[in-house]
């Protein structure tokens, strides 16, 4: 009898302390979970929200199909006092950099421009902030941007912002940098 009491005893706690775990887990493993989840959805609504970014025509497709001359400006820092060759590497970067984002884009735009001769302008700014407050001007405008940081590894700063480049229909462009001198 008292082996018996005993046993019920021990079966009995084993039992309690082992519906103790199973009776907590779950609710940690649910809660986790959904915090889980939760990251998992905000993730995809931002990774979507990127793509539909990445994949939305520029305006400028629109009118590649009505205006004749397109034309890229290159925005150069003057303040940087970049030597020739830099001047050079960082406006083929700027170069590049917008006509990798137009491809997808505004492929009309781009084949508009190269029918063009890919006419290119090089103009000289005096600061980042100007640069930047042409770039917004741009934007408003709805015209492209590139704007080259540079990696620091010869005359300048780490992330220095070097060249901006810009492509649209030449009224529309010149309109935002239309008060700039030639390098």
């Known amino acids: 009898m008292y082996l018996t009491w005993l046993s019920t005893i021990i079966v009995g ?3 309690l302390a082992l519906g ?3 009776g907590t887990r779950p609710a940690f493993i649910f809660v986790s979970a959904r915090k889980v989840k939760a990251a998992a959805v ?3 609504v931002a990774i979507e929200n990127k793509k539909n970014k990445a ?3 520029f305006e400028i497709e629109k009118l590649a199909d009505i205006l004749d001359d397109f034309k890229m400006v290159l925005v150069v820092r003057n303040d940087l006092k ?7 590497a960082q406006c083929s970067h700027a170069t590049l950099g917008l006509y990798k984002k137009l491809l997808h884009r505004a492929p009309n735009a781009l084949n508009r421009w190269e029918m063009c001769a890919q006419p290119k302008v090089v103009l000289k700014i005096e600061s980042e902030e100007d ?6 001007r741009a934007k408003s405008l709805e015209l492209p941007t590139h ?4 990696a620091g590894r ?4 780490p992330n220095s912002r070097t060249v901006m480049a810009i492509l649209g229909p030449v009224e529309v462009v010149d309109e935002v940098t239309g008060g700039l001198k030639l390098l």
Do not use: F, H
């Open 147 to 150: 704007i080259t940081i540079d």
């Open 13 to 15: 706690a084993g039992c």
């Open 55 to 57: 994949n939305k025509p």
């Open 20 to 22: 103790y775990c199973i």
């Open 82 to 88: 970049m030597g020739k060759g830099k001047i050079a």
């Open 154 to 157: 010869t005359q300048i700063a």
């Open 131 to 136: 640069m930047l407050v042409l770039q917004e």
């Open 42 to 44: 905000a993730a995809a």
